[in-house]
């Protein structure tokens, strides 16, 4: 965690750096990088439908790049699957699981 910070006095967000293992679609230079990701939520203020980023965990995350250039997650929880060893697949809050080639379990 590199910050977490309130915009408008009320909406919470923390910024990750994390390293680029594996890029699916976009640009393939940023496998090896570390880059900033911005989610929404923080330690003091999380939400229970899209928890943080774990430390330590794999994800796949669907990303882009907002109007202000910050990296986000596209469609929110939606767009992170967490990596669950015990069902050898990524999951997302919904319970949805993913392959690492994004082929549903």
Known sequence: ILEEYMVDGDVPFT????KVNKVHKGDKKEI???IEFL??????M???????????NKYILFLKTSEIGDVIMVGGPNGKF?????LK?????????????????
Do not use: R, W
């Open 15 to 18: 910024k990750f750096t994390f």
């Open 32 to 34: 090896g990088k570390e």
């Open 39 to 44: 989610q929404d939520g923080n330690t003091v």
């Open 46 to 56: 999380a939400f229970d439908e899209h928890p943080l980023l774990e430390i330590g």
């Open 82 to 86: 967490e990596y669950k060893e015990e």
């Open 89 to 105: 697949a990524y999951t997302d809050v919904s319970g949805k699981q993913l392959d690492e080639n994004f082929n549903p379990k």
